[in-house]
């Protein structure tokens, strides 16, 4: 293994660890001999078989049953896995939620859920790893994962795409304010993956997607972790402020 893409010694947080796209850059990372602290936010049987899965790999990991949208919560995160691990090198802002639907019909509650966990909880993790990581004065990594929806906009998705395409302003934005520091901060926005999100499409709608795809297929979420993996690593320490989509050239 590429030396550089080597993790070991180092702690990397991840809200919304648990399934998905969060648990794929878990345990890629940690196949990358990464200590894994990751949130989530009901399911505990499913956390807790995470974290059994990322120690087996020979690495510290912890589960925090957390509400990323809720800054005191997102606060005490960051104190306990500083407490647990000594230290922290970095962050993947995963947590996310959908609630599609046009906007004619969309409820208040829809939009300020969706903001609240896909955006806020942007700021209130960033805000409590970057204060730690300027005090270790060792750099850092920050990777928000976003979405092609808040690069071109997706119809039916008002409130996620403007949440995603705010993480991706929030990306450029404190890449400026930190760069001096030795701390990256860049985006991953992901095409359509084979996750949760996307198993109950139907059969036609999937087909009429897969024909915006260039590619012919959808990702999946091991192809994202490993472009995860990258742009957390010393071999992506000249890279920041960038926004990746990893769509199969849909955005293009």
Not at 124 to 143: F, H, P, R, T
Request: with cysteine; hydrophobic share 45%.
């Amino acid at each position: 293994m590429n030396d550089a893409m080597n993790f070991r010694g180092k702690t990397i947080l991840i809200t919304g660890g648990s399934r998905g796209i969060g648990r794929a850059i878990a345990l890629e990372l940690a196949a990358r001999s990464a200590n894994i602290a990751f949130t989530y936010h009901s399911r505990v049987e499913a956390a807790r078989a995470v974290e059994q899965e990322l120690q087996a790999l020979g690495v510290e990991a912890q589960a925090y049953q957390a509400d990323a949208a809720d800054f005191e919560a997102a606060q005490a995160v960051v104190r306990q896995v500083r407490e647990r691990f000594g230290a922290l090198h970095g962050l993947v802002n995963n947590a996310g939620m959908t609630r599609d639907k046009l906007l004619i019909m969309m409820k208040e509650d829809d939009w300020d859920a969706v903001l609240d966990t896909n955006l806020k909880s942007v700021f209130n993790l960033s805000k409590a790893v970057v204060a730690l990581l300027l005090k270790q004065k060792q750099g850092g990594s920050i990777l928000n994962i976003s979405s092609i929806s808040g690069v071109i906009g997706m119809a039916g998705q008002t409130n996620y795409s403007a949440a995603k395409a705010g993480m991706i302003g929030f990306t450029k934005a404190l890449a400026k304010e930190v760069a001096s520091r030795g701390i990256t901060v860049n985006a991953l926005a992901p095409g359509l993956i084979e996750t949760e999100m996307t198993e109950g499409l139907s059969a036609e709608y999937r087909a009429k997607l897969l024909e915006t795809i260039p590619l012919g297929r959808f990702g999946t979420a091991t192809e994202i972790a490993r472009i995860a993996a990258f742009l957390l690593s010393e071999d992506a320490r000249y890279i920041t402020g960038q926004v990746l989509c990893a769509d199969g050239g849909l955005v293009m």
